[in-house]
């Protein structure tokens, strides 16, 4: 059964200047300028309560669908005191970057590992849902410190697939707008001069609001696919290599989205737009994993009285509104507990968003809140719709796809008649057992042979029979290589000793392996070892073991040092062996298939007699990876208090020595002041039991480590040799008593650190980039965010001045 969760709600404070009305460019960062009779906020509890000194402006009618205000008699409505709770309340000064930590980045994770995820801002015009998504506009060169959620997505993804070491997954990002109830790719510049065009056409036709509209710009359909729900048909999908081609795409996406000024906001978005990162993963058993990443601002909603539009603007106001109010619609539905029928066709925002809302995706709102008395009516408003959100059940599920994408099946009927084709070729012209499928057992048994035949015999030829074998082939030297790599510190390629040379037909028993490479030579660094303390018992425990390898370590030789295996003599040794390996035969480490053999033996004991052991360090890894994880988190909870404590104490400086005017905000900034304080130590408290508590646990896994590995040490030298014998009866020189270790197995919690988190609260740290390992990689991001900004800019009136020079688009 797929387990359903509901929507999360995150509710942002904009900060508010004196009046209000006026957002140009506001530097204010006061914070709220309502009373705390008006509005008050407990950001432990994360509720807020709103009251209304007089009724709340309003000709009776309810001020929105979800806004069901009792009405007085004079037609206005009333409102007690109403207090909403939410996921989280975020007041200024909250920064976008502590934002991005504690929403946006947890949407990636659960992206990556095939989910589907969205994020949407809501709220009215001017509340900060532009600037939380996408930052300042684009092309404005806003300050890279304030840049949006999507702009350190395009970052977060990639540091975390490098994080996840997931290289062969596939990014690729789109971007639609909704505007006046159409739909349009803003990446459609991307695919050419033609693309090019319909954009520059829309947006002449949009800019130039005397212009009569053009009904022959083309506009997106949309359609309802069975496995894959609505889909945009003909959107622009490229592919991103990493964050500058991400960056650049995402700015052009934005030059291109339609904006307009009026009384509340002088860069007021008049669509609604949805930046998408989609993801594909191709497993070698042909499944394929699909999920994306939304990431939607919409278009505010909009008094006309206050916006004092006219004109177009004003019609796109309507068409905002209206769709909104669907939005409304649906979210009450989907609210409501019978769920019979939910209008999302009703517009295109709500059909685009149809998995978003009551779907198969992670969804998180960001209401914004502009708190100042002349809004508090549409502050109402928009923590009545936050909670109906946070009401609405999502299921979301990996998508996983067995049988490819759309079309497969005709893909498929392709595919079968091609086979077809091609085997009747291959027997009229004589070939047989030709390899195009994926190998099975038995053929990589044929591969492997061929390729020992072929190192060891200078004669022989490697036969191909088709590109598919030839891949094979390739893919399995890769592996014997780097396994010869990881686990002797040499590229040794080795075939099963026959019985000759383990029963030692040379004097000195032992051979040495063929064709070590020196370029792997050396270096022996076990992974595993740098993450176990150097004091601990389990890092001894195998320090130990590999010393027990080391001091027999094969000498190195190089590829002439090649083993005549074909004719079953060792040739002269290039170099006298050292007294050390006169008296003690040299242990071949194990490499190549001898690995596979190992690791399989130490498979079946973790399935048998070390069962019990396994599954208890499976749930110690466990534990430790959830525990590291609240310590991230707890690390996210802790700055953000602390940029709350810097605030707030900076603006009882400010007031001390008569700065800048006190906010009337009348909500005691020192009460704020100690409620934060007090919301530190708590999370702080916390934080230091989980980093005991983690300690404990990593101790605790390494000590199961090394009872897992010590027990299989004993199962080994305890078994029958017949059992532990390779194939016919032979015996292998390296079983038994003379094994030294268990095969390399990752026991790590997939991190490299130790559990540190990478942001360690501190009294002043204002780090604004989680990702940044270093100061010169945060610059280095820097640098390209507003290289591409530049860039964006600089093509965009490159665009407009050609289009001007031709006359099409007057300005
Ligand atoms: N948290 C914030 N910190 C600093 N400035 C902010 C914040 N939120 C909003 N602003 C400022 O307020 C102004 C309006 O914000 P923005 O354009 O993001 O509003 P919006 O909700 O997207 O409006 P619209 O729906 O009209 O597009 C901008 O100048 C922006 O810089």
């Not at 070939?431 to 060891?456: C, G, L, W």
């Not at 399995?476 to 010869?484: F, P, S, Y």
């Not at 090649?562 to 002269?572: C, L």
């Not at 396994?614 to 609240?630: F, G, H, I, T, W």
Request: charged content about 25%; proline content about 5%.
């Amino acid at each position: 059964m797929v387990a359903s969760s509901r929507i999360k709600v995150f509710v942002r404070l904009r900060p508010t200047n004196e009046d209000g009305k006026s957002s140009k460019q506001n530097n204010n960062t006061e914070g709220i300028d309502l009373p705390p009779n008006l509005l008050s906020l407990d950001t432990i509890s994360n509720t807020i309560t709103v009251s209304s000194p007089h009724p709340l402006r309003g000709t009776g009618r309810s001020i929105s669908p979800v806004l069901d205000q009792p009405t007085s008699n004079n037609g206005n409505s009333t409102l007690s005191p109403t207090t909403f709770q939410f996921d989280r309340l975020l007041p200024p000064p909250t920064t976008n970057s502590s934002l991005f930590q504690l929403s946006t980045l947890p949407l990636i994770r659960s992206a990556l590992a095939g989910y589907n995820a969205t994020l949407l801002t809501y709220g009215q015009t001017g509340a900060g849902k532009t600037f939380t998504t996408f930052g300042p506009p684009a092309g404005s060169g806003g300050s890279y410190k304030d840049r949006g959620l999507c702009a350190r997505a395009v970052a977060g993804i990639f540091n975390e697939l490098k994080k996840q070491d997931k290289g062969g997954i596939e990014v690729r990002v789109s971007c639609i707008e909704i505007y006046n109830e159409s739909l349009f790719d803003l990446l459609g510049f991307a695919g050419g001069e033609d693309s090019q065009r319909e954009v520059d056409d829309r947006r002449y036709n949009k800019t130039n609001r005397d212009q009569p509209n053009n009904t022959t710009v083309p506009t997106l359909a949309l359609f309802e696919s069975a496995s894959s729900g609505p889909q945009v048909r003909g959107l622009r999908m490229p592919l991103i290599q990493n964050s500058e081609e991400g960056l650049n795409l995402l700015f052009e996406s934005q030059m291109n989205r339609a904006i307009a000024e009026h009384q509340l906001n002088d860069a007021s978005s008049r669509s609604h737009c949805i930046f998408t990162f989609h993801f594909v993963v191709r497993s070698e058993g042909g499944k394929i994993i699909s999920s994306k990443l939304n990431i939607v601002d919409l278009a505010g909603s909009e008094r006309l009285a206050k916006t004092e539009a006219a004109g177009q603007v004003q019609r796109e106001s309507n068409f905002i509104n209206k769709s909104l109010s669907f939005l409304e619609q649906v979210v009450i539905a989907l609210a409501s507990k019978s769920r019979d029928h939910i209008p999302y066709r009703q517009s295109k925002l709500t059909h685009v968003l149809k998995d978003s809302l009551g779907g198969n995706c992670n969804t998180l709102m960001i209401a914004c809140i502009w708190p100042h008395l002349n809004h508090l009516d549409q502050t109402v408003s928009t923590l009545k719709f936050a909670t109906r959100m946070q009401m609405v059940k999502n299921k979301p599920t990996v998508n996983e796809n067995k049988g490819g994408g759309v079309g497969s099946a005709k893909l498929l009927r392709q595919i079968k008649q091609l086979k077809e084709e091609l085997s009747f070729h291959d027997v009229i012209s004589g070939r047989a057992n030709v390899m195009y499928e994926q190998p099975t057992a038995q053929d990589m048994q044929h591969v492997r042979d061929s390729i020992f035949k072929f190192i060891e015999d200078e004669d022989a030829e490697m036969e191909v029979h088709s590109l598919t074998h030839t891949r094979v082939i390739m893919a399995e030297m890769r592996r014997m290589i780097i396994e010869g790599k990881e686990v002797g510190g040499a590229t040794t390629i080795m075939r099963t000793p026959r019985r000759e040379e383990v029963d030692g037909g040379e004097e000195g028993g032992g051979r040495e392996p063929v064709g070590i490479n020196p370029l792997f030579s050396g270096g022996n660094v076990n992974v595993e070892e740098k993450m176990l303390s150097p004091t601990s018992d389990a890092y001894i425990a195998r320090k130990k073991m590999r010393g027990v390898e080391e001091g027999v370590e094969t000498p190195r030789s190089s590829v002439s040092d090649t083993n005549d295996y074909s004719t079953g003599q060792t040739p002269p040794p290039k170099r006298a062996p050292s007294p050390a390996q006169i008296a003690t035969p040299p242990i071949k480490p194990y490499v190549g298939s001898d690995v596979m053999e190992k690791k399989a033996e130490f498979e079946s004991f973790k399935l048998g007699a070390g069962k019990a052991r396994s599954e208890a360090l499976d749930r110690a890894k466990l534990q430790v990876k959830e525990k590291k994880r609240s310590i991230k988190e707890l690390t996210g909870e802790i700055n953000y208090q602390k940029d709350r404590i810097d605030f707030l104490m900076a603006q009882l400086r400010g007031n001390e020595g008569g700065g800048s005017p006190t906010s009337p905000r009348a909500e005691d900034p020192t009460k704020q002041l100690k409620a934060a304080k007090k919301a530190y130590r708590v999370k702080m408290e916390s934080l230091s039991e989980c980093k005991s508590e983690y300690k404990f646990l990593q101790h605790q896994r390494e000590q199961c480590v090394q009872g897992l590995v010590s027990a299989f040490d004993s199962w080994m030298k305890m078994r029958p040799v017949e059992e532990v014998g390779g194939g016919e009866g032979e015996e292998s020189p390296k079983r038994g008593g003379d094994r030294t270790r268990a095969p390399d197995e990752d026991y790590g919690d997939d991190d490299d650190d130790d559990g540190t988190p990478q942001r360690e609260p501190q009294a002043r740290d204002y780090g604004d980039e989680f990702y940044s390992e270093s100061p010169r990689a945060g610059r280095k991001e820097q640098e390209m965010y507003d290289k591409a900004q530049i860039q964006a800019r600089e093509r965009f009136s490159e665009r407009n001045a050609t289009l001007k020079k031709s006359g099409e688009w007057k300005l």
